[in-house]
């Protein structure tokens, strides 16, 4: 999950760990997120959407 693709509310959690990242605020206009690219990881893996 790319930074550019999350919205206010939603959370990201790494399934080895458990961390948990929630967005406060998102990207409106893609420059919020110059510098980044491909998925978020943690502990190795991609973090994933929380249900």
């Given at each position: 999950m790319n930074c550019n693709d999350l919205k206010t509310g939603q959370t990201l959690v790494?399934?080895?760990c458990?961390?948990?990242l929630k967005v406060?605020?998102?990207c409106t206009d893609h420059?919020?997120?110059?510098g980044c690219v491909g998925d978020m990881d943690c502990c190795g893996e991609?973090?994933?959407l929380k249900e």
């Open positions: 790494c399934e080895r458990g961390l948990e406060i605020s998102e420059s919020c997120a110059t991609p973090m994933k």
